[in-house]
């Protein structure tokens, strides 16, 4: 085989000049976190840090105002109840999209993947008048109960029922098992991959969610990570040190998370070319 | 499957195709199997379309009602849904006002027409450069060698994962004037201290663009890069290695073969990056709101920013939610563009 050999070496070099700037904005970061106050506010700045200091992380983890262990729970509650909620009626519905037909289920399928259009900012406003009628702002369950169905995780189920042979199913139902049995014991365990997938990508999108928290959440204790990462780095404009390791302390240790599980990821992506 | 259910043999009316599709009449009052069957889907569906009556239709609908509306939380208005009475019905004036291009046209819609302007360039510009990066990339990676491909791949998909606003941060801090690392990498390449407030400085453009937006654009992009990648990766996994091998030995060199063979046999993947990721670059929020909050002087005020604060900010919802329709009308041209490139088929 000729394979693309010739040509290898400036990829290579291509590829590693990229990979530099990819990285850069994370490794300028981690670095900056490590800085004194007197050291970034230098110009022109350094780049790796003269005085090598944990200070930053310790004004942190002491700021009363920054109580990191709450916001990373709050963060916590709200993504986990969201994966829970999404693969909980994503695998029911796309189990009985694949395989029942009621009256009306094709068109209300379609009205399903029809709301994947709708931008976030279209809805946003209702569901936040909504929400004030439920007595449900300022409150975490605000950022779950709207989320419960996702038309986005009832398309990839129902995707992935599809291929479950109905034999497997008829041959449940002679033995006498009763239908949320199947569902139970045949169906979920036939979509685990899908399942690991889909919350996955549940979770991210959640833990990083930024709109629509800013509008639900006001009250600083009920508040998830990404808001108050922007309110610590509005508190401390003249000591971005401080900002920089509060993002290291607030993005990298779940980034690192998501890191491990990035085969998932991409392959949920890859498979149904979705953002 | 247990071992029981292979014993039993299958009778006629358990048959699979029936045992899925059942009739459609009557058969909650059936007793026995179908019976069973037809109460597990109503009892499961009945809530499910209470639920989207309240969280999905509902919301739809009403967004569409308000833009009919001079409507705010704050005032009391009338029994159905607060419309009405201290929120009047105005028709269609907030889409009258929209097309009010005069220097004399209220504050909210000179700043609706800016943030059009900035959302169409910036959807506009943010396609072709994603791809200009995104195709010769995945190609890249493609060419080298297996071990190293998911290195590449995987560090370049990391800022995907990264929260908006923690990319937001970072990139603010780079682009800082004073203290960031672009202004001292440009400093050190010229050899004389530049300072550029990229951010900040409303009087900076390059061809009439703000150079703002382009800093927004560059971390957008950074962030962005690895969808398309992936995609494009996945897509080149797809072309036969015979094709490729075929046009090498008739000579063909690398930048040749990417550009008559590759690019057209993906020209199907192409088209729907390029539509997906357009949808996605109108409704970029959290970058802008963090890191220039739309200035200088509104001139990265995105769409998606100006419905944000004019619905909770300054409490003009009824006109919040016309603007909201008019980017919904956008995404909603693009997506059945989008439809319309899935459904017809491509084969090489």
């Known amino acids: ?275 | 499957m247990t071992p029981s259910s292979t014993t039993k043999p299958l009778d006629t009316e358990t048959s699979s195709e029936e045992v899925a599709k059942l009739p459609t009449k009557r058969s909650l009052f059936l007793t026995g199997r179908q019976g069973a069957e037809r109460r597990f889907v109503f009892g499961m569906v009945t809530p499910m379309v209470l639920y989207m009556a309240v969280f999905s239709v509902l919301p739809i609908i009403w967004a569409l009602a308000l833009s009919f509306f001079d409507y705010s939380a704050r005032r009391t208005g009338g029994p159905i849904l607060g419309l009405g009475g201290e929120n009047p019905f105005v028709g269609v004036e907030n889409f009258q006002k929209m097309a009010d291009f005069s220097q004399e046209a209220p504050l909210e819609v000179r700043q609706f027409h800016l943030s059009l302007r900035t959302t169409l360039l910036f959807a506009f510009l943010v396609v072709p450069l994603n791809l200009a990066i995104t195709l010769p990339l995945a190609s890249l990676i493609e060419s080298v060698h297996q071990r190293m491909r998911p290195v590449f791949r995987n560090l370049f998909f990391l800022p995907v994962l990264t929260s908006a606003v923690g990319v937001a941060i970072m990139w603010g801090f780079i682009l800082s004037p004073q203290r960031g690392l672009l202004n001292a990498l440009i400093s050190k390449v010229l050899g004389e201290t530049t300072i550029i407030a990229w951010t900040s400085d409303p009087s900076l453009t390059v061809l009439g663009i703000p150079v703002s937006l382009f800093a927004v654009l560059i971390a957008y992009l950074w962030q962005d890069l690895g969808y398309n990648l992936i995609i494009f990766i996945a897509a080149l996994q797809g072309v036969p290695q015979s094709v490729k091998e075929a046009a090498l030995i008739d000579g063909a060199k690398p930048w040749h073969l990417f550009r008559h063979v590759t690019i057209p046999l993906l020209r199907p993947t192409i088209m729907l990056a390029s539509v997906l990721t357009m949808i996605s670059a109108f409704q970029v929020f959290d970058l802008f709101q963090v890191m220039t909050r739309g200035g200088p002087n509104d001139q990265t005020r995105a769409l998606s920013l100006d419905i944000y604060e004019s619905a909770f900010r300054f409490q003009r919802m009824g006109w919040a939610a016309a603007v909201s329709v008019v980017l919904f009308l956008i995404v909603l041209v693009l997506s059945l563009v989008q439809s319309r490139l899935l459904r017809s088929d491509w084969e090489y």
């Open chain 1, 1 to 275: 085989m000729i394979r693309l050999r010739s040509f290898r070496l400036p990829s290579y070099l291509v590829l590693i000049a990229f990979s530099f700037v990819a990285a850069a904005p994370f490794v300028w970061t981690i670095l900056a976190s490590f800085k004194t106050g007197a050291e970034i506010r230098q110009s022109p700045p350094t780049f790796w840090p003269e005085n090598f200091t944990f200070d930053n992380y310790r004004t942190i983890l002491e700021d009363p105002d920054l109580k990191l262990g709450l916001f990373y729970r709050n963060s916590a509650f709200v993504a986990f109840a969201n994966v829970f909620a999404t693969l909980f009626t994503s695998t029911l519905f796309g189990y009985i999209f694949a395989k029942f037909d009621f009256k009306g289920s094709k068109k209300f399928f379609w009205y399903i993947l029809a709301t994947m259009m709708v931008p976030a900012q279209v809805t946003m406003i209702p569901g936040y008048l909504i929400l004030v009628k439920l007595g449900l702002l300022n409150n975490l369950w605000g950022l779950v109960l709207p989320a419960f169905v996702d038309a986005f995780g009832i398309f990839l189920m129902t995707q992935f029922c599809k291929s479950i042979p109905n034999d497997l199913l008829a041959a449940a139902r002679v033995d006498g098992a009763s239908e949320f049995r199947i569902y139970r014991s045949i169906v979920l365990p036939q979509l685990r991959p899908a399942m690991a997938t889909l919350g996955l990508l549940t979770f991210m999108t959640n833990w990083n969610a930024y709109l629509w928290p800013l509008i639900v959440l006001t009250e600083q204790d009920k508040r998830t990570l990404p808001i108050i990462l922007t309110w610590y780095s509005n508190q401390n404009t003249n000591q971005v040190q401080l900002t920089m390791a509060a993002s290291v302390l607030i993005v990298m240790p779940v980034l690192f998370l998501f890191a491990l599980a990035q085969r998932w990821i991409v392959r949920g992506i890859t498979l149904t070319g979705i953002k």
